[in-house]
């Protein structure tokens, strides 16, 4: 199983994530948006399936810094402007093989996940 989350190493969503696949000792790929945007395709595999305007976080300092709440800007071209401006996504972004999600969900990721997404397993008491 392919575990791919994108986010920043100071975000508490993300860092949720990755201590919710760390629990279920699940192996995950973690790309820091901070130190590699990510690409146009893999943004676009997100809002394909949950809409540009689920991408872009709203109550970001970001986004009213940079005026967005303001200017009247399409989700998609505000989605072309978070490739230069990582900090305007909403995050985590999770890729498990080919479904994707959009924030902090554990319940869509335990499901995605089947048996290995309930509690993880107590440790050998002998």
């Known amino acids: 199983m392919n575990v791919q989350v994108f986010g920043f190493k100071d975000c508490q969503e993300t860092r949720k ?5 760390s629990d279920r000792r699940i192996a995950v790929h973690f790309v ?3 130190e590699r945007p990510a690409s146009k395709g893999e943004l676009r595999r997100f809002a394909d399936k949950h809409g540009a305007a ?9 986004f009213k810094a940079l005026g967005l709440h303001v200017s009247g800007d399409s989700p998609q071209r505000q989605v072309e402007r978070a ?4 900090r305007l996504l909403k995050t985590p972004l999770v ?18 996940l089947g048996g290995l997404g309930g509690r993880p397993e107590p440790p050998n008491s002998r």
């Open 83 to 86: 490739l230069a401006e990582p």
């Open 54 to 62: 689920a991408l872009i976080d709203k109550t970001s300092p970001c």
């Open 32 to 34: 820091d948006l901070k």
């Open 95 to 112: 890729r498990i093989d080919q479904r994707v999600s959009i924030g902090y969900v554990p319940d869509e990721w335990a499901t995605t």
């Open 17 to 21: 994530a990755l201590r919710f696949f």
